[in-house]
């Protein structure tokens, strides 16, 4: 069974930095993109940042030259380096990998909560 372990949020104030990391474990063959969704009250899970297996990222416009979303593949983790933090990046932060065991599969982590300050 494919287990997600997220840590590293917290609170810290505006400016300041968290890293994110997310772990897999568990029957896993290789994985497939990993990335990082938000989720704040009253509003859908966004995409914050996503990787591919070859290394290719892509950024929502708001966190765009702030964040940096990276992965080391012999440790089956991504990590998301939040800097320049703002109050509105304030919220639940889910990691999501995809995950090829006898097929693909998409897992979520358990959340992180990240708030910023002001």
């Known amino acids: 069974q494919v287990q997600l372990v997220e840590s590293g949020g917290g609170l810290v104030q505006a400016g300041g930095s968290l890293r994110l990391s997310c772990a897999a474990s568990?029957?896993?063959?290789?994985?497939?993109?990993m990335g990082w969704y938000r989720q704040t009250p009253g509003k859908q899970r966004e995409l914050v940042a996503r990787?591919?297996?070859?290394?290719?990222?892509n950024y929502a416009d708001s966190v765009k030259d702030r964040f940096t979303i990276s992965r080391d593949n012999a440790k089956n983790t991504v990590y998301l380096q939040m800097n320049s933090l703002k109050p509105e990046d304030t919220g639940v932060y889910y990691c999501n990998v995809g995950v090829y065991t006898s097929a693909l599969y998409d897992y979520w982590g358990q959340g992180t909560q990240v708030t910023v300050s002001s």
């Open positions: 990787i591919t297996s070859g290394g290719r990222t």
């Open positions: 568990g029957g896993i063959f290789s994985i497939n993109a």
